[in-house]
């Protein structure tokens, strides 16, 4: 039941109901006194009646001719002489007839079967009149319309009955049974409507209660036929509002009676700054009240709207083709109005799924965001990791995002990234927390179950713009629909997880470069032999999980998403198809596994300790004596070329050497402590994740070559 007070819409003028002349309402106005004894004005001459007798001083023949001239007068909600109407204090739908105790008691039988008849007439007359007001809406107006002109055909048969009594032609008994084939109809209809009264019904619990009504009345045709009729009459209001929402779009529905709800407050903005974005599954919605036989159709009917409004925002005014065989006037058991509703919906799914795709080019944005996004296409980002390295060591205080973006377009516009003609939508930010930390703002359903609250992820003492910096992509309408902020917020959680992975890869290569510097010297069974066998471990563990991460994740997912969107059907298909690729991934990536994500940055962040500390390590390991004397002049080279090389060796051992060791070995202990960590969870988790199997041997064997 729709609340129709919530709805603004015109008031019924004063003087309608003040003036009683103009409903007719003043035939039922019960007089302070009783008619039969306040009856001077009224006087029936072919029977000489005096109106200060009782209707028991006649003899049978004149009382029948009194009973059916007041019985046809209280057909029709007028009181009669001898048959009075008695309301109830303060209900104006709860009256009764009542007859004079005197008459003939065959009389009183015959009048009191046609009373319901009578009480029936009164109260559709009554709904009639209150339910033609604008609060009612636009379904009890065609209701009551409907009544109304069932009403004019009643009162016909009132008519000709009273002609054939003018004429000597109808008794009681024929009286009776020219009525009976009316009363199961409006006894019916009384029911409906006292139900309807009682609850308030308007819009579609109307259509519900007529139609379950004549379900119930399955064993009657003629009334079945009647309220189906009344159905179909009562929904025509209501089917002019659905066809308007399914061939343009548009919600005309002045009285909030419609099942589809539009939400004014949620703009399409929304989609590109806001996580938490409802515009696409809540700016129009379904309300309570859906009718029965819309029921299983209601989501295509909301979504074919939902398409055609996207496209009139885009600028595209598309209407669905109409004829005359789909017009929706009308609902019944050959379920046409289904078949309109479908290809409706079809036309609209195929234009704005043509549009998204054709137009707007949603596959070629994708792809982009692919190449920077997921490290698709690595040569900018290798530059741009050279050219930025001392803006992204700094401080989150000290970093300027201005100069971070001048640098990343410099990197984009001298790569192969120059060709790409979304390139300039990628734009950098430095984010406030760690990953770990943003992780925390997943919604529940997007996180594992084994996620910890807030409080319990590490927040880094000190953290830089390597753990905090990532790209943003400006995403326009209608494209934000598939690619909102929600979306883009998972991407980039793998891009800040890919690239720190890339930063550590980076700097473990510098580390093995410096151990190739010194492959030259016979380090065999010293600290440096073992720190090299250190630093080959920790590049084999960051590069499987590289691997792992691009090849074995992100690829297989991304072919699998790009096959399912060439045969998406609709525009909620393909998010759902996308959204489905992004969560594999987050998977995949062990982003929603925090206890191993944890693990997993902490041996990064050992391996980053490590190679920061593998110059010292070597310089410490081995003495190389400056080739500079304090004069500043080089030192000859010959000596060092004489058969007794022994005293002019560059290169020596150190007499720190222990300590070098002891540093080496206490690396080693903590990334391999941390690295058979990892076992027990990668081999819990594979049983529910099997792509995890393969990573898990890979590292684990690793682990087992220290």
């Known amino acids: 039941m729709e609340n129709s007070s919530a709805i603004s819409c015109p008031s019924t003028p004063r003087w309608n109901s003040e003036r009683p002349f103009l409903t007719g309402s003043f035939h039922q106005e019960t007089k302070t006194t009783s008619r039969f004894f306040d009856t001077k004005g009224y006087s029936v001459d072919s029977l000489g009646l005096g109106s200060e007798k009782a209707i028991g001083c006649y003899n049978a023949a004149v009382q029948e001719l009194v009973v059916i001239d007041d ?68 379904v009890n107006h065609a209701f009551a319309a409907a009544l109304r002109a069932l009403l004019l055909d009643y009162q016909a048969m009132v008519a000709q009955l009273e002609h054939q009594f003018r004429l000597g032609r109808l008794s009681l008994q024929g009286l009776w049974f020219y009525c009976q084939p009316m009363m199961g109809s409006m006894q019916a209809l009384s029911n409906v409507i006292q139900r309807a009264s009682a609850n308030n019904f308007a819009g579609s619990a ?12 399955a064993g009657d045709n003629g009334v079945r036929s009647l309220l189906e009729k009344m159905a179909e009459c009562a929904s025509n209001a209501y089917l002019g509002i659905l066809e308007r929402w399914v061939y343009e779009g548009v919600i005309d529905d002045p009285y909030g009676e419609f099942f589809i709800a539009e939400n004014k407050s949620l703009q399409k903005e929304s989609l590109t700054h806001d996580y938490d974005a409802k515009y696409w599954t809540q700016r129009y919605s379904l309300k309570d009240g859906i009718p029965s036989f819309l029921a299983n159709i209601s989501g295509t009917i909301l979504t074919t709207g939902k398409y055609l409004n996207v496209m009139r925002e885009c600028g595209h005014h598309m209407q669905v083709p ?17 078949e309109c509703i479908k290809s409706a919906y079809d036309f609209a799914s195929s234009e704005l799924l043509n549009l998204i795709k054709e137009k707007y080019d949603l596959m070629g944005k994708l792809r982009s965001i692919k190449h920077y996004l997921l490290l698709d296409q690595g040569d900018f980002l290798v530059h741009f990791m050279d050219i930025a390295r001392d803006e992204l060591t700094k401080k989150l205080d000290e970093i300027s995002v201005e100069k971070l973006q001048s640098l990343l377009d410099l990197a984009l516009r001298t ?29 529940d359903g997007e996180r594992s179950r084994n996620v910890p609250d807030d409080n319990d992820l590490e927040e880094p003492v000190s953290i830089t713009g390597l753990e905090t910096f990532s790209l943003n992509y400006k995403i326009r309408w ?23 992975c890339k930063h550590v890869d980076r700097q473990l290569c510098g580390a093995w470069q410096a151990h190739q510097g010194v492959r030259a010297l016979n380090m065999r069974g010293t600290a440096i032999s073992r720190s090299s066998l250190l630093c080959r471990s920790m590049l084999k563990f960051i590069n499987s999980l590289l691997h792992y991460l691009t090849f074995e994740v992100i690829e297989p997912n991304w072919h699998v998403m790009h096959n399912r ?12 198809h996308h959204e489905f690729f992004l969560d594999k991934c987050l998977r995949g990536c062990l982003l929603l596994l925090p206890e191993f994500l944890k693990k997993v940055e902490r041996l990064k962040s050992l391996c980053l300790q490590y190679a920061a500390a593998t110059q010292w390590l070597i310089s410490s390991s081995i003495d190389v004596p400056s080739l500079v004397e304090s004069d500043g002049s080089l030192v000859s080279e010959k000596p060092r070329q004489s058969k007794s090389r022994r005293p002019y060796q560059p290169l020596k051992l150190s007499s720190s050497n222990k300590t070098v060791a002891d540093s080496i070995l206490k690396f080693e202990r903590e990334f391999n402590a941390e690295l058979q960590s990892l076992g027990p969870i990668l081999n819990s988790s594979s049983k529910a994740e099997p792509y995890l199997t393969h990573l898990s041997k890979c ?8």
């Open 206 to 217: 109307v259509l519900n209660l007529l139609q379950s009504q004549a379900k119930a009345m």
């Open 478 to 500: 209608p494209l934000s629909i598939v690619i909102s902020k929600h979306s883009l917020t998972k991407y980039q959680l793998i891009f800040r997880f890919l690239f720190h």
């Open 415 to 443: 790569t192969a990234a120059a060709t790409d003609p979304c390139h300039e939508d990628l734009t950098c930010c430095v984010e406030a927390s760690s990953l770990l930390k943003k992780l925390g703002t997943l919604t």
């Open 322 to 338: 109409q004829s005359e065989n789909s017009k929706l006037m009308s609902f019944g058991s050959n379920h046409r109005y289904l």
């Open 71 to 138: 019985l046809l007068s209280a057909m029709v909600g007028i009181q009669g002489r001898y048959i009075s109407i008695k309301r109830a204090h303060g209900k104006e739908d709860n009256f009764t007839f009542q007859v004079d105790a005197s008459m003939d008691l065959a009389l009183q039988e015959l009048a009191k079967r046609v009373f319901p008849l009578c009480e029936s007439f009164m109260l559709i007359n009554q709904f009639v009149e209150s339910r033609s007001q604008f609060k009612n809406g636009l």
């Open 699 to 706: 590292i684990l064997g690793i682990g087992n070559e220290l």
């Open 565 to 576: 969107l060439q045969t998406a059907k609709s525009i909620d298909e393909v998010i759902q």
